[in-house]
């Protein structure tokens, strides 16, 4: 047993201690679970031993299974006969649930003695156990998240969970896919003790001496068991059940499978006993994993950005460790937020800005949301000194001078970023990097206003800094591989995901997050009903419909990226749909968005935002309008076919990057993997037929490109499952 160490201490207690010998963390794959049913064959066979302790020599318990594992899984089973592959993955997974349900049912009493994190199968092994004992450290999690990921407990965390705390809490923190502290785990009824972490091992042995056979048995496995709470037989379970559905379906909008299998497994497995229920939570699983969208959702927030945290595409270079850095533009939002989130990783920042009294205002920002979470009880004063005494605001160009980095954040202006390069230039050291956390124009062009092409490079953050997990490196003509990878050093000491791309006019995420909020505006001077779009905009699951996120990212902004856009491309300037509605509402109607109180939506000082009714008036309705699915499909498509553009033309080089910095950047319909994933989830054919529809109702930017037309033509895909 590689991967777990066995030990019978004195008495006839049998610890199981989880230890994957080739991985930092514990995870259930075939070869550990293979070591974990031997070890529960053994406490079983042998009459010496009376009780079993469950833990981890690792810092964590068990991180859940290997997604690696599941997407093979999944990948082999696509490509055989589809009764086939639903039958290897259903004993897969049966397989692993009946290990566990041995534990539970073999005689002697099992405890969990919980020493770190206990998620997804870990918990479920839990959960099988006869009692959980776990140490009191907030630093653990515990819980069911893999409806996050496009799945759902599939050895036995949607029949035990519901039977021990009661079908509508338990669906509460399933479908949320919620994780919670030991305490909290306790008060929910989770787990059974929250001893200690020096004592925790003496507690497990000392209820491992005095359990009987009485405490291997669990409740559901007496005559007359009925869970707590109101299960589907009863009236009232059959409303609250109801009420859950409706619940479930107004929060995801029937684009998660997961969701739906979770409510149907908890339901139709509280109505038999949990032999037959286990084999129903897995026939739904089963389902669910051969679904695409779960396939797609596993390779993107787990494999890809995995991948992408691990620096995967990083250049041969030194590591670097960047110490100080110096933010220009620190009073703005972005400005201040950079800093803040560097300061908070230990670095050391130099604010700057037009004067001492702008730079302060960006660390004022920082104190403001300080005073916020420690009031809230989420942070330290001690915390909260230590990070602000690292921020040193300042109109000194001076300070740049031993700082590894500097970084423009500024107005999107030509001008103002010259004169800001131009001052940082004449203190920095020769080896620090200069970049631009420009959202829209060229690095290149920029890295020559600065006077140095080698050591320059894009850093586009999104706001809010402090809560948005991706930063968009974008490479310039001239920048070095030693640039490169300093840069992605550093966005991985903030502890953020980096994706890779090279230059282009609004690079890859402001290049197809536009095409959402222009197609939007666009259909609205086409006279299709504003919440028609609004409403098209939430049903593909994106998080913000179009007009709503142009007044979130101000009607003004995008006005003022079109003008430097125009004036940049001069005669070469095409221009982009709904850019005249930007344009009307902003010098016509003076509509800024949010900021200013007011842009496609009121903002009422009492109560919540309404569209401008205006907008009917000013924006005529078409007597006949488009089909939702229409529309739903318009906003999907017109994003995935920019993505494929900016592939083609190689302005990002892999469709792991385009999928995870569109999940993470502007939140993609998640449920799709990404706009690359939901291409392949369409197939390339059929995606190029959905096009060439709507390019010959709507024009040319809906007709796809050669890329997507020689693949149709060769069956391919871009992923190769």
């Known amino acids: 047993m590689s991967n777990i160490r066995f030990e019978i201490l004195e008495g006839g207690i049998a610890v199981i201690a989880w230890d994957d010998s080739d991985r930092s963390m514990n995870v259930l794959y075939p070869q550990a679970l293979r070591d974990f ?25 068990i991180a859940g299974a290997d997604l690696d594992w599941f997407l093979s899984l999944q990948s082999e089973a696509a490509r055989a006969d589809p009764e086939l592959g639903s039958q290897l993955i259903f004993k897969t997974l049966y397989d692993t649930s009946l290990v566990f349900r041995r534990l539970e049912k073999c005689g002697k009493p099992f405890v969990a003695a919980i020493n770190g994190t206990a998620l997804g199968g870990g918990f479920e092994l839990c959960l099988a156990c006869h009692r959980r004992i776990v140490a009191n450290d907030e630093s653990i999690q515990i819980g069911l998240p893999e409806s996050k990921v496009g799945l ?6 949607t029949q035990r969970l ?24 306790l008060a929910q009824g989770l787990v059974d003790e929250v001893v200690p972490r020096e004592s925790l091992m003496s507690v497990a042995l000392e209820w491992a001496r005095q359990a009987t056979e009485a405490d291997a048995r669990k409740p559901w496995d007496l005559p007359g068991y009925r869970p707590p709470g109101d299960d589907p037989t009863s009236a009232l379970g059959a409303v609250h059940f109801s009420v859950a559905i409706a619940q479930q379906r107004k929060r995801t909008l029937g684009n998660y499978p997961a969701s739906d299998a979770i409510l149907k497994a908890v339901y139709d497995g509280l109505l038999v006993p949990l032999d037959v229920a286990l084999k129903i939570e897995c026939q739904y699983l089963t389902k669910v994993m051969l679904d695409p969208v779960s396939l797609s959702m596993i390779r993107t927030q787990f ?25 220009l533009g620190a009073g703005g939002m972005m400005g201040a937020g ?9 670095l050391e920042v130099v604010l700057l800005d037009v004067d001492a009294a702008a730079a302060a205002q960006g660390k004022a920002k920082t104190e403001r949301q300080h005073a916020r979470a420690i009031a809230a009880g989420s942070m330290t004063p001690q915390e909260s000194q230590n990070i602000l005494g690292r921020m040193h605001a300042s109109d000194d160009y001076g300070l740049l001078a031993d700082a590894d980095l500097v970084i423009e954040a500024v107005f999107e202006n030509r001008d103002i970023k010259r004169d800001v390069f131009s001052r940082a230039r004449r203190v920095m050291r020769s080896d620090a990097v200069l970049a631009s956390n420009t959202s829209t124009l060229p690095i290149s062009g920029l890295a020559e206003l600065s006077g140095r092409t080698d050591d320059f490079i894009g850093l586009h953050f999104f706001s809010p800094v402090e809560k948005m997990p991706l930063v968009e490196i974008i490479k310039g003509k001239g920048t070095v591989s030693r640039t490169l990878a300093l840069g992605m050093d550093f966005v991985r000491q903030l502890r953020k995901t980096p994706i890779v791309v090279n230059d282009s006019r609004g690079f890859y995420t402001s290049r197809v997050f536009a095409t959402y909020v222009n197609e939007g505006m666009g259909m609205l001077s086409e006279g299709v009903n504003p919440s028609l779009i609004e409403n098209a905009g939430r049903a593909i699951g994106m998080p913000v419909s179009p007009l709503a996120l142009c007044d979130e990212v101000a009607i003004d902004l995008l006005y003022k990226i ?29 509509r800024v968005g949010r900021k200013g109180g007011a842009g496609f939506y009121d903002y009422p000082s009492e109560g919540t935002k309404v569209l401008w009714p205006e907008l009917k008036t000013h924006f005529p309705q078409a007597t006949v309008q488009p089909s939702f699915e229409e529309v739903k499909n318009r906003l999907l498509v017109i994003q995935s076919l920019e993505a494929a553009r900016c592939y083609e033309e190689r302005v990002i080089d892999d469709p792991r990057d385009a999928d995870v910095g569109a999940v993470l950047g502007w939140n993609f319909a998640i449920w799709t993997g990404g706009p690359i994933s939901y291409i392949d989830m369409q197939g390339v054919q059929e995606f190029v037929d959905i096009c060439d529809d709507l390019a010959s109702k ?24």
């Open 338 to 346: 950079i800093a803040h989130v560097a300061a908070r990783a230990g």
């Open 303 to 327: 494999v890809s950005r995995r991948d992408a945290n691990k620096l995967t595409r990083r250049p041969p270079a030194p590591p670097t460790l960047v110490r100080k850095i110096g933010v």
């Open 37 to 61: 049913e031997a070890a529960v064959d053994r406490v079983s066979a042998d009459p010496a031993i009376r009780a079993a302790i469950v833990t981890s020599d690792k810092p964590s318990f």
């Open 152 to 157: 759902f407990p599939g050895a036995g965390g």
């Open 562 to 590: 079109n003008n430097q856009t125009k004036s940049d491309l001069g005669a070469k300037y095409v221009p982009v749909v709904g850019e005249d509605v930007i344009e009307t509402m902003v010098e016509t109607f003076k």
């Open 162 to 185: 519901p039977r021990m705390i009661g079908p509508l809490p338990a669906l509460s923190l399933l479908l949320d896919g919620r994780v919670l502290s030991p305490r909290a785990a």
């Open 698 to 721: 709507y024009g040319d930017r809906f007709a796809p490109n050669n890329l997507l037309r020689g693949m149709a033509a060769k069956r391919e895909r871009f992923y190769a499952n």
